[in-house]
């Protein structure tokens, strides 16, 4: 099994930067696609960026430009720098990893983290 890690969610007021990070709690074995999910009261979860272990990105119309997917493969680990943050922004958002390996073969969730945009 695996565990994610989520940190790095606040308070912000519009305009503002916030980072997040999502760390894997297995190293051993490759996550072949990370990404980064939200869920904002009354609304379903939304993608909101991904990256494959290739380095491909793929990004929602309304982050793009403001928000930059990265990842250290290395250590599993997946960040997401939001800047322009905008009040529409606020939202619990939740990490996701992929693991084809048998061993950790698997759709993984973190536990989510509070992201809020106010001034």
């Known amino acids: 099994q695996v565990q994610l890690v989520e940190s790095g969610g606040g308070l912000v007021q519009p305009g503002g930067s916030l980072r997040l990070s999502c760390a894997a709690s297995?190293?051993?074995?490759?996550?072949?696609?990370m990404g980064w999910y939200r869920q904002a009261p009354g609304n379903q979860r939304e993608l909101v960026a991904t990256?494959?272990?290739?380095?491909?990105?793929n990004y929602a119309d309304s982050v793009k430009g403001r928000f930059t997917i990265s990842a250290d493969n290395a250590k599993n680990t997946v960040y997401l720098q939001m800047n322009s943050l905008k009040p529409e922004d606020t939202a619990v958002y939740y990490c996701n990893a992929k693991f084809t390996a048998k061993p950790v073969m698997g759709d993984y969730w973190g536990q989510g983290t509070q992201v809020t945009v106010s001034s």
């Open positions: 990256i494959s272990s290739g380095g491909g990105t």
């Open positions: 297995r190293r051993d074995f490759r996550a072949y696609y």
